[in-house]
């Protein structure tokens, strides 16, 4: 069971990558009143984990709706969040969220809202993107039995809570960091991610050839 928690924290926390979600959401709020930003992120948070809720409370229903085998979704999982650690590994992904956020900040300069900035793009898709929901389904389809799912939700709610936390803090986050520090801990995350995606897939394809 450990061993389970330590691997669905490793992975959520990488795929959704807290810390890193900090700079982003200081270009969003950006001349925003620091009232206004403590509203954003915390609408942003709730939005956020509704969605992963969703998607933690139904994955598995949803994979039977569809006629998606568990092995099916490990393998598909699995190769998206390899993707991700390949942009984590070579710095794209951070350059692809602040274009993200760049296009939200123009698309919403003249008539913007808090409400519609801490949706999109803060928990659309920076927070619960495709990465984060597909995580999700893949862990919970794995957990061996209730209590041990019932520990996923914990843990979802951990790093949802560090995602608010980091914009709260995201000022002196930035600044203790630096943008070496940032570099750094991005690539050694997306090499923990890549080998964690590769467990992912093989145990999908152990479990075809089994069957």
Do not use: W
């Amino acid at each position: 069971m450990l061993d389970y928690y330590i691997n669905a924290f490793a992975t959520l926390f990488v795929t959704i990558d807290p810390v890193g979600l900090a700079p982003m959401f200081l270009a969003i709020t950006a001349g925003m009143s620091k009232h206004d930003r403590r509203k954003v992120a915390i609408r942003a948070t709730i939005t956020a984990a509704g969605i992963l809720l969703v998607f933690y409370a139904s994955g598995q229903t949803v994979l039977n709706v569809l006629g998606i085998s568990v092995s099916a979704f490990r393998v598909a999982g699995g190769i998206l969040l390899f993707l991700i650690a390949i942009e984590m590994i070579f710095g794209k992904r951070q350059a692809r969220k602040s274009e993200t956020a760049e296009k939200a900040m123009e698309s919403e300069a003249h008539h913007g809202t808090i409400n519609e900035l801490a949706i999109f793009p803060l928990a659309i898709p920076l927070i619960s993107g495709p990465a984060a929901i597909s995580a999700i389904i893949l862990l919970s389809s794995q957990a061996p039995d209730t209590l041990t799912y019932a520990g996923l939700g914990g843990v979802i709610a951990f790093i949802l809570l560090s995602c608010m936390g980091a914009f709260l803090l995201a000022d002196k986050i930035e600044r203790l960091l630096g943008d070496t520090a940032q570099l750094v801990i991005t690539r050694l995350l997306g090499v923990l991610l890549a080998a964690l995606s590769v467990q992912f897939v093989a145990d999908g394809v152990l479990a075809f050839i089994q069957k």
